[in-house]
């Protein structure tokens, strides 16, 4: 069973930065497409970043494009999300997901993704 662990989240001001942190384990292959998504209140969860299996590839939301960083290390098993000028529109809860496969042709997609974590809160206060 692949299990996810998202960790990192938290209260921060206005143009503050977070790293949010997503631990895998439960699969003897780490490098799979992975990515984050997040859902704010009353709001639909939404894609905001994934990385390719090898993290050679990145694909980002326009909404955080340019603020937020993707990154993984497979050697670690982790996939990290490192936020910057964090705006209170960012406020939501975090999720990590994996794919179960190693190619994935649609990584903006919710279900393009087989495995997620329990999300992690981060709250920017303005």
């Known amino acids: 069973q692949v299990q996810l662990v998202e960790s990192g989240g938290g209260l921060v001001q206005a143009g503050g930065s977070l790293r949010l942190s997503c631990a895998t384990s439960g699969r003897t292959r780490s490098s799979y497409p992975m990515g984050w998504f997040r859902q704010g209140p009353g709001k639909e969860r939404e894609f905001v970043a994934a990385?390719?299996?090898?993290?050679?590839?990145?694909v980002y939301a326009d909404s955080v494009k340019g603020r937020f960083t993707i990154s993984r290390d497979n050697a670690k098993n982790t996939v990290y999300l490192e936020m910057n000028s964090l705006k209170p529109e960012d406020t939501a809860v975090y999720y990590c997901a994996a794919a179960g496969a190693p190619y994935l042709p649609k990584p903006t997609i919710l279900k393009g993704y087989d495995y997620w974590g329990q999300g992690t809160q981060v709250t920017v206060s303005s």
């Open positions: 990385i390719s299996w090898s993290g050679g590839s990145t």
